[in-house]
Nanobody, 117 residues
Framework: QVHLVESGGGLVETGGSLRLSCAASGDTICISALGWYRQAPGKERELVAVINSGGRTYYVDSVKGRFTISRDNAKNTVYLQMNRLKPEDTAVYYC???????????WGQGTQVTVSS
């Protein structure tokens, strides 16, 4: 089992920045592509960004050029640097460990990001 703990959420004004962190522990051999998802009130959870073990990244179009995902494999930690935040970025942000043929994926408890207009 993989245990994921997110941190770094909070309240910020439009145009501000936040850096989210997600620390993984447990069966870290199960960690593959680490991802950040978000869920806004009344909406489905959506993928924001993902990074694989080799550092290859993917971003949803709405955050390209504003968000940067990175990972520290030695610390089993993934980060999400969020710049030029907009009110529509307001959501609970979740970390996901990715799945493999031998391991399911795991979710963190989520961290609230609120961007005021």
């Amino acid at each position: 089992q993989v245990h994921l703990v997110e941190s770094g959420g909070g309240l910020v004004e439009t145009g501000g920045s936040l850096r989210l962190s997600c620390a993984a522990s447990g069966d870290t051999i199960c960690i593959s592509a680490l991802g950040w998802y978000r869920q806004a009130p009344g909406k489905e959870r959506e993928l924001v960004a993902v990074i694989n073990s080799g550092g290859r990244t993917y971003y949803v179009d709405s955050v390209k050029g504003r968000f940067t995902i990175s990972r520290d494999n030695a610390k089993n930690t993934v980060y999400l640097q969020m710049n030029r935040l907009k009110p529509e970025d307001t959501a609970v942000y979740y970390c996901n460990s990715g799945s493999s043929s031998s391991c399911p994926d795991y979710w963190g408890q989520g961290t609230q990001v609120t961007v005021s207009s």
